[in-house]
């Protein structure tokens, strides 16, 4: 499994290969860009089926927290780090806490927060070993998923504003991949704007709660790709716009909060090619990030709120240079934050965490 030579090695600063003999962790933290400030990424947990699963995902996550702390006009580079094991049978206090002697060995170079199979619960073990931590309620936000959310909602009204000359939800169908931290919230979002709703999630609970709260329709998880929507917002897992789901797609605009949506990059210039507007993941996303920027003794909800709300300009703007650069958003949100990166320009204010 070389690094250097790997196929996501773009450039990474550096990646740490983190052991814990006791507690059996097994942890990789990949520091993408430190150019706009130190690092920061959440910590995913995760049952990969092996190593080079997992340093393919910490690669790309971590380049990915680059592009969209650039894009967010974040005083933050890229980084992201994996916790190889099953989120449900292996988390421990020791683990945890040896995960946070790991972050902070680095001094500050990585700030560590939440992702996919990591609670705010388990960030705040990890403090307890570093102070280089961020989303956890001491710091002021607490679970930043809320706010990532609304930075979606924000961004279908964006990219409903690009596709249709209106950003109004009333009557819209949106398709709703994955009811956890973020899912659920969008779709309360998107309820209370008027819009209709078709959900599906593996977890049956999540789905009945949806549908109850929310009127929404149900369809099994492996037909959410069918359905005749709107608006397809993937919620849940990366990769899911790939050969086999791209020709079922139905909606004119994909705008969910997944990261690596696209399998490959060139399912980007398909979506393009039929016409169909995607809201790149890592700008449509940034919401919870941007949250937690604003975290520290002053934290103000209304003015990190605002802040997310930015998204929606941000995501105007890159439908626009795609359109007039003939070029998908994907790339001209790459084109864009690579852009940034190197005049290297920010009006935020300095980091709260590091
Ligand atoms: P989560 O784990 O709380 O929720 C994911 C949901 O997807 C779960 O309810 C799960 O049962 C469901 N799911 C899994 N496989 C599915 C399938 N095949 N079909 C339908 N549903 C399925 O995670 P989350 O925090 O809500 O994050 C969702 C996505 O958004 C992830 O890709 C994450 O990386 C990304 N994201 C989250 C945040 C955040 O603030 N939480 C920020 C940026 C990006």
């Known amino acids: 499994m070389p690094l250097f030579g790997h196929r996501d090695f773009d450039a990474h600063e550096q990646v740490v290969f983190c052991h814990d003999a006791?507690?059996?962790?097994?942890?990789?933290?990949?520091?993408?860009?430190?150019?706009?400030?130190?690092?920061?990424?959440?910590?995913?947990?995760?049952?990969?089926?092996?190593?080079?699963?997992a340093l393919t995902d910490a690669l790309r996550l971590a380049r990915g927290m680059t592009y969209k702390s650039a894009l967010a006009d974040l005083p933050y580079g890229g980084g992201k780090s994996v916790i190889i094991g099953d989120s449900h049978t292996m988390k421990s206090e020791a683990l945890f806490l040896a995960m946070g002697r790991f972050v902070d060995s680095l001094?500050?170079?990585?700030?560590?927060?939440?992702?996919?199979?990591?609670s705010v619960d388990d960030v705040e073990v990890m403090a307890r070993a570093t102070r280089h931590v961020a989303g956890t309620r001491a710091a002021g936000g607490g679970d930043p998923s809320p706010a990532t959310a609304y930075g979606v909602f924000m961004g279908i009204r964006a990219a409903l504003a690009h596709a249709a000359n209106s950003d109004s939800l009333k009557g819209v169908h949106v398709a709703v991949q994955g009811l956890g931290h973020v899912g659920y919230h969008l779709c309360r979002y998107l309820a209370e704007?008027?819009?209709?709703?078709?959900?599906s999630d593996i977890d049956a609970d999540a789905v009945a709660r949806a549908s109850r709260e929310f009127s929404a329709q149900t369809v099994a998880p492996e037909a959410i790709y069918d359905v005749a929507a709107d608006v397809f917002a993937p919620c849940a897992l990366g990769a899911v716009i790939n050969d086999q789901t791209i020709g079922r797609l139905k909606a004119r605009v994909i705008a969910g909060s997944a990261n690596n949506q696209l399998a490959e990059p060139r399912h980007?210039?398909?979506?393009?090619?039929?016409?169909?507007?995607y809201a790149p993941d890592y700008v449509i996303n940034a919401g919870g990030v941007v949250y937690i920027s604003h975290e520290g003794p002053s934290f103000d909800e209304t003015q990190a709120l605002a802040h997310v709300a930015r998204i929606h300009d941000t995501l105007g703007e890159i439908f626009t240079r795609a359109e007039q650069q003939g070029i998908p958003t994907s790339e001209a949100a790459d084109r864009l934050a690579q852009?940034?990166?190197?005049?290297?320009?920010?009006?935020?204010?300095s980091p709260a965490a590091a």
């Open 268 to 277: 980007g210039v398909e979506l393009a090619r039929r016409k169909i507007l």
């Open 193 to 199: 704007a008027g819009a209709q709703l078709t959900v």
């Open 107 to 118: 001094s500050g170079r990585y700030v560590i927060a939440e992702d996919v199979g990591i």
């Open 22 to 53: 006791t507690s059996g962790l097994k942890a990789i933290i990949a520091i993408h860009d430190t150019t706009r400030g130190p690092s920061l990424g959440g910590c995913r947990m995760w049952p990969y089926a092996s190593e080079d699963e």
């Open 339 to 349: 852009d940034r990166l190197r005049g290297h320009t920010t009006t935020a204010k």
